[in-house]
């Protein structure tokens, strides 16, 4: 699935399960909540706290995932195309840190 077919597809989800979109701000908010639950994986699986019981269930490819619909809901109500913003947004990253990041002491 393209980025393209990705919006698409989520866009048709809403507007038939979903019935419409939340507003921005209360997607944002989701946003948070969702990126929230991923730190939470990210800090028992990699990090240094234990899983408690309730933690065991949740899956970090589903919690991403959430993550990446919301971002993708969000986009689709602001009129963001996120194929052009992401090829964008790397060209600008190639052009400002290529050299920056090979001459990085900390990164060898």
């Known amino acids: 699935m393209t980025i393209q077919d990705a919006q698409t597809t989520i866009d048709n989800w ?3 399960k979903g019935v419409r979109y939340f507003n921005e701000l209360t997607n944002m908010a989701i946003l948070s909540e969702e990126v929230g639950e ?3 994986i990210i800090a028992r699986q990699y990090g240094e ?3 408690k019981e309730s933690d065991k269930e949740h899956d970090l490819a589903d919690e991403l995932a959430d993550v ?3 971002l993708i809901c969000i986009a689709n109500q602001t ?3 996120l194929t052009d ?3 964008k947004n790397l060209s600008k990253k190639t052009d400002r840190d290529t050299l920056r990041h090979q001459n ?3 990164l060898k």
């Open 104 to 106: 990085n002491e900390k």
């Open 85 to 87: 913003a992401l090829e």
């Open 79 to 81: 009129g963001v195309d």
């Open 68 to 70: 990446l619909f919301v």
């Open 38 to 40: 991923v730190a939470r």
């Open 14 to 16: 809403i507007k038939t």
């Open 49 to 51: 706290q234990s899983f």
